[in-house]
């Protein structure tokens, strides 16, 4: 058998199969939460309101034609209220509908299995460290303040093929994890497929979101998975992590 074969059934449509499936979602189990919970007495950042201001370039297809990894960054910092569009731009709430929320991206049955951490360098007021996003309140969560920041993500990006280290020297790394159940819940064996191709829309809006502001991103698939989810605290089963993108200013 072509050694190609199992991986390649993996990216076909599944539909068939799923009409043969008895998922948990039909067999009544309950519902998983559609955030990860926090503690209350954790350190909750506010972000400023996004608006339009933001923005140095409006023009969509300015944006769209000029984008590019961007793996060379100025040492400027980001300011708060920049990060915060970039996380809604990825992540937001925009809506509510028979339950689920609706974001700024698409996703196969509003299924939203991702959080977003950020490792923060070079944030204006805010101290480098771990933080994770909680789109539901658009605030940001303190995980824990890290010493030795560039080292750790020197140590997670691994080696890099293009620039060496380049994400080290970024104001943000934004990582995406995912809670698989969210849409297995659902979706049962054909939500991996999903999955996949839902975290693609969330890393193009954090391109076009940074293009549309003079910041940079690089996408990032090379990366020590056993590090991070242990960084992060995550058990490597339930939730890991699934991608990750640096971003910082163009030079
Ligand atoms: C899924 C994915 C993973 C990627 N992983 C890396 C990476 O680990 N390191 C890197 O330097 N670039 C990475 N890239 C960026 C690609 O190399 C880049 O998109 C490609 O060379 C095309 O260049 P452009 O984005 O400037 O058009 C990745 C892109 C994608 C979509």
Redesign the pocket.
Known sequence: MNRYAENRRFLKSNFSEFATLKTDKMKGTPKPPEFKPYEPDSQIIDLPAVTENILTTQNIYTCIKER??T?FYSSEHLSLAELSYLLWATQGVTGVKGGLTLRTVPCSGATHSFETYLLIRNIETIAQGLYRYLPQEHKLLLISKLEEIEHKINQITLD????PR?ASKAAVLFIWSTTPYRSEWKYDLTAHKKILIDVGHV?QNLYLASESIGAGT?????YDQALIDQILGLDGEEEFVL?LAAVGKKQ
Do not use: L, T
């Open positions: 590019r990894s793996r890099q093929p293009f620039v380049f890393c690089c996408a990032i698939g090379i991608y």
